[in-house]
């Protein structure tokens, strides 16, 4: 009983609190959709639309069998180096799995282990890195 | 310098290495010859080739020894002073004159120091033993040469009475031993932290400067879809150790701006995160009375994942000015400065994690934490992210009611019908739209960004030509 007077309660004051709040609420005409519509309650929007302004990237690193333990750090920048998105630190014989967040706009990545460096297509959802020459 | 870092690696090797008289050997025989680059073998007008090996599956050939000379150069070694330096080689499709020398070649004198002339007089394979009396840092290179004719050099089964001694990732010089004052395991020259042993690392994110949280309030119901209700800059930097477990994650709050008829309050969830994962929080800005329960650690009680309330109220912390509404929405209404809130989580205390373990920076995958408003001070009335989960205090009544049409079988959250939020999470900082106007008022590629499924325009809240109108952008 209590629980359902405080539920009353609550929508009671969720009631007042949107009509003392709807002098932010426009009027709004329902009209069809349009290609470019000026309002956001007319946009057409598709269920999987996940409304982020980021991508997760997964990079898979494959190390390289190597006579010495190196380990160095490995980083995921822009390619105009404004922007560290990984910093990690990893031994150059072994294999990881890392991820990272990177705008949706990002194309490329500039991956650096050292004095190796290249340049990565970022569009993928999964990257991929090794030690070799390119 | 340089030669004193020599001297002192070769010191090091000579009293830490196991294998220090042992033998650096290579036949070649496991990968191309990108590989062998990698591991700082110089290999010039040559390859790792299969064709005609001289054992095994692959040795080294050089290009027709007709107008080219093929080089090979090893890594550097650490030469021990004694053995031998042995390997395999012939001239395949013999004719001519041809020749092969091999150096040794030092910092001192890189030039090398020529310890086997040989003139080929036939095709046969030659077994080569030269003895070494050379110690310290080396490098071997093998000169083939001669011309006309189609003959190629091969190169195979080297041993190199040594240890191994390039860095592949430092330019393949010598092995460089930084100082490491705290003796983390990362040299001072990458630590952030070079005198901390429990701290390595500062990861950023966003990567540069404040992103953007732009919430509507009135939720269930639609709003007017300015996006001003609260907008908040954020920015983490998480400080990891040299084995990448989360040790602080600083939180760092800007309120810029509520242009809301209601007093709101904000928090965040670190979905992956379990409370007794945390040992303390710091910083938040909320009164006892707003009737927040919290734990010891600071986290708030009774969720099942690690979640901070960091206000209770905007209008408290960041007050309107007299006779306004709202804070910074109104161009023609008084500035108000905004206020910070620096939030501070331990989660690792001089190298021991809280009870519940410790946090990879992988696993506290801060890009998904999970920010939300606490709606009119009513604890229940959290508004989220679309599709983010509500936390354990969140109210299920209020759900698929008015225009929300949050589905908690379906996995849908925080969004209408037709599918539109109630908040935004923006990469950057976000020049949000003056009051009562639409974010497609203000930013003139939201809405082929929003119907291309993300595809057009994904940097649509940029400052670029043909993006805005300025004039509904406070």
Same mark, same amino acid.
């Given at each position: 009983m209590k629980s359902k007077q405080i539920s009353t309660f609550s929508f009671l004051l969720l009631s007042v609190l949107l009509m003392i709040g709807s002098g932010c609420k426009k009027e709004l005409t329902i009209v069809e959709p349009t290609?470019?519509?000026?309002?956001?309650?007319e946009l057409v929007v598709s269920?999987?639309?996940?409304?982020?302004t980021t991508r997760d990237v997964t990079l898979e690193v494959t190390g390289i069998a190597i006579p010495i333990s190196i380990r160095n750090t490995l980083q995921v920048r822009s390619t105009d180096e404004e922007r560290v998105y990984l910093k990690s630190q990893l031994f150059m014989d072994q294999n990881y799995t890392l991820k990272f967040t990177i705008p949706s706009y990002e194309t490329e990545v500039l991956i650096t282990y050292g004095s190796i460096m290249k340049v990565v297509?970022?569009?993928?959802?999964v990257i991929y890195f090794n030690y070799l020459s390119q | 310098m340089r030669y004193f870092n020599i001297i002192v690696v070769s010191f090091i090797l000579i009293l830490a290495?196991?294998?220090?008289?042992?033998q650096y050997e290579? %036949?070649?025989?496991?990968?191309s010859t990108s590989y062998y680059e990698a591991l700082c073998w110089d290999i010039s007008d040559a390859s790792v080739s299969?064709?005609?090996? /001289? +054992?095994?599956n692959r040795s080294i050939r050089t290009d027709k020894l007709n107008s080219s000379i093929g080089i090979v150069i090893s890594p550097w070694v650490q030469l021990t002073g004694s053995g031998n330096l042995t390997f395999k080689h012939r001239i395949y499709s013999f004719n001519g004159s041809r020749n092969l020398k091999v150096y040794l070649l030092s +910092?001192?004198?890189?030039?090398g120091e020529l310890i086997l002339d040989y003139d080929y007089s036939n095709g046969t394979t030659q077994t080569q033993n030269i003895a070494i009396t050379q110690s310290g840092l080396y490098q071997v290179k093998w000169r083939f040469s001669g011309s006309g004719g189609n003959s190629r050099g091969q190169l195979d089964l080297i041993s190199i009475p040594g240890t191994y001694a390039s860095d592949p990732s430092n %330019?393949?010089?010598? /092995?460089n031993i930084n100082p %490491?004052?705290?003796?983390?395991?990362?040299p001072d020259n990458e %630590?952030?932290?070079?005198?901390?042993?429990?701290r390595a690392y500062d990861n950023y994110y966003p990567a540069t400067g404040q992103a953007t949280l732009a919430f509507e309030d009135l939720w269930p119901s639609d709003g007017d879809?300015?996006?001003?209700d609260v907008v908040i800059g954020y920015s983490f930097k998480i400080v990891t150790n040299a084995t990448d477990n989360v040790v602080d994650l600083i939180g760092t709050f800007v309120l810029r701006a509520s242009g809301a008829g209601l007093h709101n309050g904000f928090g965040f969830e670190l979905?992956?995160?379990?409370?007794?994962?945390?040992i303390s929080t710091v910083g938040y800005d909320v009164l006892q009375s707003a009737g927040y329960s919290f734990g010891s650690n600071g986290l708030e009680s009774g969720q099942t994942n690690a979640t901070? /309330?960091?206000?209770?109220?905007f209008f408290r912390i960041t007050p309107q000015a007299p006779?306004?509404?709202?804070?910074?929405?109104?161009?023609t209404q008084q500035a108000v400065p905004y206020d910070t809130l620096t939030v501070v989580m331990v989660f690792m205390n001089n190298g021991t994690p809280g009870s519940g373990g410790t946090v990879s920076l992988t696993d506290l995958n801060i890009s998904e934490f999970n920010p939300f408003i606490v709606a009119g001070m009513i604890r229940g009335m959290e508004v989220h992210l679309p599709d983010y989960v509500p936390t354990d205090?969140?109210?299920?009544?209020?759900?698929? /009611?008015?225009d929300d049409d949050s589905n908690p079988a379906t996995g849908?959250?925080?969004?209408?019908?037709?599918?539109?939020?109630?908040a935004l999470n923006i990469y950057e900082e976000f020049d949000y739209p003056v009051e009562q106007v639409p974010i497609t008022d203000a930013y003139l590629k939201f809405d082929e960004w929003v119907q291309s499924n993300g595809v057009?325009?994904?940097?649509?809240?940029?400052?670029?030509?043909?993006?805005?109108?300025a004039a509904n952008i406070y």
């Amino acid at each position: 009983m209590k629980s359902k007077q405080i539920s009353t309660f609550s929508f009671l004051l969720l009631s007042v609190l949107l009509m003392i709040g709807s002098g932010c609420k426009k009027e709004l005409t329902i009209v069809e959709p349009t290609p470019n519509p000026d309002n956001p309650l007319e946009l057409v929007v598709s269920n999987s639309f996940d409304w982020k302004t980021t991508r997760d990237v997964t990079l898979e690193v494959t190390g390289i069998a190597i006579p010495i333990s190196i380990r160095n750090t490995l980083q995921v920048r822009s390619t105009d180096e404004e922007r560290v998105y990984l910093k990690s630190q990893l031994f150059m014989d072994q294999n990881y799995t890392l991820k990272f967040t990177i705008p949706s706009y990002e194309t490329e990545v500039l991956i650096t282990y050292g004095s190796i460096m290249k340049v990565v297509d970022a569009t993928p959802e999964v990257i991929y890195f090794n030690y070799l020459s390119q | 310098m340089r030669y004193f870092n020599i001297i002192v690696v070769s010191f090091i090797l000579i009293l830490a290495s196991p294998s220090v008289f042992g033998q650096y050997e290579v %036949d070649f025989d496991d990968g191309s010859t990108s590989y062998y680059e990698a591991l700082c073998w110089d290999i010039s007008d040559a390859s790792v080739s299969t064709s005609q090996p /001289i +054992e095994g599956n692959r040795s080294i050939r050089t290009d027709k020894l007709n107008s080219s000379i093929g080089i090979v150069i090893s890594p550097w070694v650490q030469l021990t002073g004694s053995g031998n330096l042995t390997f395999k080689h012939r001239i395949y499709s013999f004719n001519g004159s041809r020749n092969l020398k091999v150096y040794l070649l030092s +910092e001192a004198n890189p030039s090398g120091e020529l310890i086997l002339d040989y003139d080929y007089s036939n095709g046969t394979t030659q077994t080569q033993n030269i003895a070494i009396t050379q110690s310290g840092l080396y490098q071997v290179k093998w000169r083939f040469s001669g011309s006309g004719g189609n003959s190629r050099g091969q190169l195979d089964l080297i041993s190199i009475p040594g240890t191994y001694a390039s860095d592949p990732s430092n %330019d393949c010089d010598p /092995i460089n031993i930084n100082p %490491d004052t705290d003796g983390d395991g990362v040299p001072d020259n990458e %630590d952030d932290y070079p005198t901390d042993q429990y701290r390595a690392y500062d990861n950023y994110y966003p990567a540069t400067g404040q992103a953007t949280l732009a919430f509507e309030d009135l939720w269930p119901s639609d709003g007017d879809y300015d996006l001003n209700d609260v907008v908040i800059g954020y920015s983490f930097k998480i400080v990891t150790n040299a084995t990448d477990n989360v040790v602080d994650l600083i939180g760092t709050f800007v309120l810029r701006a509520s242009g809301a008829g209601l007093h709101n309050g904000f928090g965040f969830e670190l979905p992956t995160v379990a409370p007794a994962s945390v040992i303390s929080t710091v910083g938040y800005d909320v009164l006892q009375s707003a009737g927040y329960s919290f734990g010891s650690n600071g986290l708030e009680s009774g969720q099942t994942n690690a979640t901070v /309330i960091v206000f209770d109220d905007f209008f408290r912390i960041t007050p309107q000015a007299p006779s306004t509404f709202g804070v910074n929405t109104w161009p023609t209404q008084q500035a108000v400065p905004y206020d910070t809130l620096t939030v501070v989580m331990v989660f690792m205390n001089n190298g021991t994690p809280g009870s519940g373990g410790t946090v990879s920076l992988t696993d506290l995958n801060i890009s998904e934490f999970n920010p939300f408003i606490v709606a009119g001070m009513i604890r229940g009335m959290e508004v989220h992210l679309p599709d983010y989960v509500p936390t354990d205090l969140a109210d299920p009544q209020y759900f698929g /009611i008015l225009d929300d049409d949050s589905n908690p079988a379906t996995g849908k959250y925080y969004k209408t019908a037709a599918n539109l939020p109630w908040a935004l999470n923006i990469y950057e900082e976000f020049d949000y739209p003056v009051e009562q106007v639409p974010i497609t008022d203000a930013y003139l590629k939201f809405d082929e960004w929003v119907q291309s499924n993300g595809v057009q325009y994904p940097d649509w809240y940029q400052n670029n030509v043909g993006y805005r109108n300025a004039a509904n952008i406070y």
